[in-house]
């Protein structure tokens, strides 16, 4: 396909974002909502949905969603209902999923993505699943020996985010994830650690002319497990498309999975039926009718989002617009900095920011580490920062000493002391060493004091690194400078 | 001896609960094996409980206003450690590990149970013909159904073999049984007595409640079921109002209605029929004002009915796909294996509901049938609303006919559902309604009049039902 073509095709994409919320007990019964315990430990009649047994709301749902309205501008309607969504599956409990249908708890909400408002139709609640296990035959399913189901995760409270189809490119819907993601954690709402599944994302992409208002066929692409896959994912389901519409094929309306390995995605196998999901009102739960008290405690309770923050950080410490959003968008890395600056005695904001986004992002990259589990507390960047302000040491001995803090819990000081780096600053000793520097070297002297420009720089230079070496690497430069010219006069 | 009886006589200490308990017990012996009132006879349990409040009235404590009573509760009632089987083989060795609240209040206040009770599959049924351990039989003429589907509670109480019993009623399955059988059953208002634990048939319809040979029997157990369940959502904030002190109120100035469409329709007995009329004269003899009233839309009650009961159905019965618990016919796959399971361990009403209501709610076929139903459900719920502007509480016929004979309905669906035409209304409308005997009809069996009120006006309800239990024949 060559490239003009392409132009004259724009992708639309809507995006379903599922983000487990991180509520201390489950959506409709008290069992503990964690991460990782024992198989089968966290269940109870009700999440197990043991004949007889009854949901009962969790109201902290209910406030985390009040609070994403807030946040994001949705109207909450006077009542929504929850439905249940009827289908078979072994690692759900009861053969039906509570969720919502017609009346969900948020509707038209939006997001402003660089600019660009996106709209969001609805977010709504709905209990998550159990997870299977299958067992011999390497895990996958038509092998297996037999299959496990843990409960756990059954009944832990989700929110299905539903945008409208106003993304038009790859990049754009990383940018709205992001963005999305940021908002979640920020309200508290939840883990959006899309690794261990308590963010998931699946995106309805079609194509069409520019210009057109049509909508072409939509195929939903599923099974991406980070950002990066999601733009591979997109990018690759638009360009599959366009070849196809441009061999005048016909874009077929499926579900397909994004395979991380061979970087295409694949079209399953429809099953039969599985479209009809029989949804109908939950008779178990009452209609869902937030108080005003509710609604009002979760707009007064709003934090800063994330776009308010990267316009104070950018505003307040004198960064870059690009600069400020790798602080907001790496997680907790503006709140380290920010936690440096307040523990800062010497520096600026600017300096926290720039170690942060600079030598401390690359290291946390290298590692895949979060800036919450580094052996450095905010405190001890600090003091990092303090020891170049004060000229202690250079910035570029700084960078070694935070190499060493960052991989073991030292302080800065500590380091700086052990490898003797502190810089020697007392101008009486610099001068004697000053003073030796051009009695050894008379030569040279002369040769200063009658040399042109070139020649003069060339020797204070010779004689700059004499006195350097003299002091082991230790005088503070600029005071040896001032020194050295003094006395060469 | 009424409950009421018993449980004054233990709380004095002249009667010992134990003693109680094996007179009832005896009663088992002898005519168990004929009526099969009981899925399971918990003999040595409720010796173990009849002794402890024994125990407790020797100490001075009081055991509470049922201390003593022996209680028969449906199968589909979950009991800690004991087998709940909902009449289903579905349910083969599962043993609930929790005890459903009403069942709480019963043991908290003194109650023994004696035993689980038959019931149809599921209390899908009107004759407890549905129960996959063979049907219960009718105390009065062993030959004729209990009514159902809490025949076994009905036929226990009436026999003797508790003094009270606990049932569950969708579309008539406490009412209807009551009035085969002779005694006083009570639907109270959906959500006036916790689900919690009551194994769902349809959700939004189903509520427990008591069968008694006396008014005041039941108001007495209605009295300890009902209130608040936190594990209930759909349980009402509200504390109920005592339904025993309104017993002796009388019935003077009780504006009574009777309703057309359910009294004077096809199917309905003559006998039936002149009961509805000679209790409603007793009424008005008592002082009530009685008028005939109209709810037209309740000729479409069981239409809507035979939806939405099959419709929430067939999603709460999905659960019982062989994964967890209960029966399970192994199969190569996991599809396999649910339709096998499912395929042995139901029943045939079982089944022919569960096609129904999946239907119903199908692609397609949803606006047509469910969304309709509620439609119905809403209209009947605004007739009651028009009727109740006039009327403090309604009569009819509880069951268009009296004990049937076994095997008499069983090959004719229709008919069998249409065993619950009068009672359905205010199962749909979410509203109170009891039924009470009233004199005996074809070949000398009992008959039932129904007495309806609206939502959380049980107390008056009780007015009448007592005035009624005063005047019956
Ligand atoms: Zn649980």
Known sequence: ?489 | MTAVEIARDVRAGTRRARDVLEEHLARVDEREAEVHAFNLVLTDEARNAADAIDAAVAAGADPGPLAGVPVAVKDNLCTRGVPTTCGSRILDGWCPPYTATVLERISAAGGVVVGKTNCDEFAMGSSTENSAFGPTRNPHDVRRVPGGSSGGSAAAVVAGFAAVGLGSDTGGSIRQPASLCGVVGVKPTYGRVSRSGLVAFASSLDQVGPFASTVADAALVLDVIAGPDPLDSTSVAETPPSTTDALSAGVEGLRVGVVEELTDTDGVQPEVRAAVESAAAALAHAGAKVERVSTPSARYGISAYYLIAPAEASSNLARYDGVRYGLRVDAEDVATMNARTRAAGFGEEVKRRIMLGTYALSAGYYDAYYRKAQRVRTLIIRDFARVYESCDVLVAPTSPTVAFPLGARTDDPLAMYLSDVCTVPSSLAGHASMSVPFGTGEAGLPVGVQVLAPALAEPIMFRAAAALEAAAP
């Open chain 1, 1 to 489: 396909m060559s490239a003009e073509r392409a132009d004259d095709y724009e992708a639309v994409i809507g995006l379903e974002v599922h983000t487990e919320l991180s509520t201390a007990t489950k959506l409709f019964c008290g069992c503990p909502n964690e991460f990782g315990a024992e198989p089968n430990t966290n269940v109870c009649p009700v999440c197990l949905g043991l004949p007889g047994s009854l949901p009962v709301l969790n109201e902290a749902a209910v406030e985390y969603a009040l609070r994403l309205a807030a946040a994001l501008g949705f109207r909450v309607p006077e009542r929504s209902i929850f439905a249940r969504k009827n289908y078979f599956y072994p690692d759900m409990p009861k053969d039906f999923q509570i969720s919502q249908y017609e009346e969900p708890i948020l509707a038209d909400g939006s997001l402003d993505v660089e600019g660009v408002s996106i709209g969001i139709e609805r977010a709504h609640l709905e209990e998550d699943t159990g997870k299977t296990v299958h067992v011999g035959g390497g895990g996958r399913i038509h092998e297996a020996d037999h299959s496990l189901v843990d409960y756990n995760r059954a009944g832990v409270p989700l929110m299905e985010i539903v945008s409208r189809p106003d993304l038009r490119s790859a990049e754009q819907a990383r940018g709205y994830v992001t963005e999305l993601r940021g908002v979640l954690h920020s309200l508290g709402l939840s883990d959006v650690k899309m690794e261990e599944g308590s963010l998931r994302v699946d995106a309805n992409v079609s194509v069409r002319k520019v210009g057109s208002s049509d909508l072409g066929t939509k195929v939903e692409v599923k099974n991406m497990n980070s950002l990066r896959s999601i733009g591979r994912a997109i990018d690759f389901e638009i360009e599959r498309q366009v070849v196809q519409v441009e061999a005048g094929e016909r874009v077929v309306q499926e579900t397909r999975h994004w395979d991380e390995a061979d970087g295409r995605t694949h079209g399953m196998r429809t099953k039969e039926g599985s479209s009809d999901y029989r949804y109908f009102p939950e008779p178990d739960l009452v209609p869902l009718a937030p108080t005003d008290e509710q609604r009002q405690h979760a707009a007064a309770s709003l934090p800063e989002l994330p776009a308010a923050r990267r316009a104070r950080l950018a505003a307040d410490w004198d960064l870059a617009d690009d600069q400020a959003r790798v602080l907001v968008d790496v997680d907790g890395l503006a709140d380290y900095a920010e936690a440096a600056v307040l523990a800062l005695t010497a520096g600026t904001r600017r300096d926290v920011a720039l170690w942060c986004t600079g030598d401390m992002l690359a290291y946390l990259r290298e590692v895949g580490a979060s800036p919450a589990v580094l052996p450095l507390p905010p405190d001890g960047l600090a003091e990092l920062i303090a020891l170049v302000a004060d000229g202690t040491i250079s910035r570029g001995q700084a960078k070694d000493v935070l190499g060493e803090c960052l991989r073991e819990p030292r302080r800065p000081k500590q380091v700086v002391e052990e490898r003797g780096l502190a810089q020697v600053s007392d101008e009486g000793e610099l001068a004697r060493f000053v003073d030796a520097v051009i009695a050894d070297h008379p030569d040279e002297v002369a040769a200063y004091r009658a040399g042109d420009e070139k020649e003069r720089k060339k020797k204070f230079g010779f004689l700059m690194g004499e006195a350097m070496k003299a002091t082991r690497g230790q005088g503070n430069p600029q005071l040896l400078r001032r020194l050295l010219e003094e006395n060469l006069g």
